[in-house]
């Protein structure tokens, strides 16, 4: 993941799931200037530091993660809100409530799915779930037209969007898959005609993505943060290590004593069997003096 910051510019926003939840991580992030927003993982310890605005399950706050050995160096905000469906918690490093809204958070988070859909595109509606070719020209012959393919069909969805004045999700991208061939070809198809029809054909349609009920607060309702409070605190220092018992000169291994367990059962083997070539010595009878 380091090596793909390389390429990204500062002030760059970035979404991710709970794959990418780390403290260092979010460290490196604000270090090198760059916006992320995640979801709040389960069970992770926090201090509010200071709360711009608390009301029932709404919070927006700053904090400091990490209670224990574990703590993020730097000062996060914390967003807490109910869409309708369930309390949702997320953090970022974009501390100014100005820049980013409490609801603006809950919505940049749900784009996520984006890439998820773009993926489904991709592997599912243009086949690019198995290679037409072992051989590696051929193969990035058919990465660059699935990519080639997927841009004009976001391009053609957009403009449909633009054209039936509706929005872009209200779009059928399967729908539109099936129709490309006919609108490539200038006799069979206009894009006039496709708008006209696009509620009976199926193309437009409702829009499937879960509508999300945010709230919505003033920013008159909001508690300034104080102008010295720190923004970073010192990480911990790693704890000294344990003293530990000095090691042998010379470890045994498994190896070394299943060879000894051996070499004396071959020892024994061969001391029985000189013992019993050998003659019994002749004892006198018993009873005779």
């Known amino acids: 993941m380091l090596d793909f910051l390389q390429g990204l510019s500062i002030g760059s926003l970035l979404l991710f799931d709970l794959g990418y939840f780390s403290f260092p991580f979010f460290d490196t992030l604000t270090q090198r200037k760059m916006w992320w927003v995640s979801r709040y993982r389960e069970n992770t310890s926090y201090s509010i530091a200071h709360a711009f605005y608390r009301h029932h399950e709404k919070l927006d706050a700053l904090i400091w993660l990490g209670t224990g050995k574990k703590q993020a160096r730097h000062l996060i905000r914390l967003v807490r809100l109910g869409d309708g469906i369930g309390v949702r918690m997320y953090l970022t490093n974009i501390c100014d409530p100005q820049m980013l809204s409490l609801g603006e958070v809950a919505q940049l988070y749900a784009r ?135 090691k042998p000169t010379k470890r045994v291994c498994g190896y070394e004593v299943q060879r000894q367990r051996r070499q004396a059962t071959k020892e024994a083997k061969a001391m029985k069997a000189s013992q019993a070539k050998s003659p019994r010595a002749i004892q006198p009878p018993t009873g005779v003096t």
């Open 112 to 246: 996520r799915w984006d890439i998820e859909m773009a993926f489904r595109l991709l592997k599912e509606y243009l086949g690019m779930s198995h290679w037409w070719s072992s051989k590696q020209e051929l193969i990035l012959v058919q990465i660059w037209v699935v990519l080639i393919l997927s841009h004009i069909i976001y391009a053609l969805r957009e403009r449909i969007a633009l054209a039936a004045d509706c929005d872009l999700f209200e779009v059928s991208v399967p729908v539109l898959v099936e129709l490309l061939p006919r609108l490539c070809s200038p006799s069979t198809l206009q894009l006039e005609q496709l708008i006209q029809a696009g509620r009976h054909m199926g193309l437009l349609r409702a829009n499937p993505r879960l509508a999300l009920s945010l709230p919505q607060v003033d920013c008159s309702c909001y508690q300034p943060a104080p102008p010295d409070l720190p923004r970073q605190r010192p990480g911990r220092a790693p704890s000294p290590p344990r003293a530990r018992p000095p």
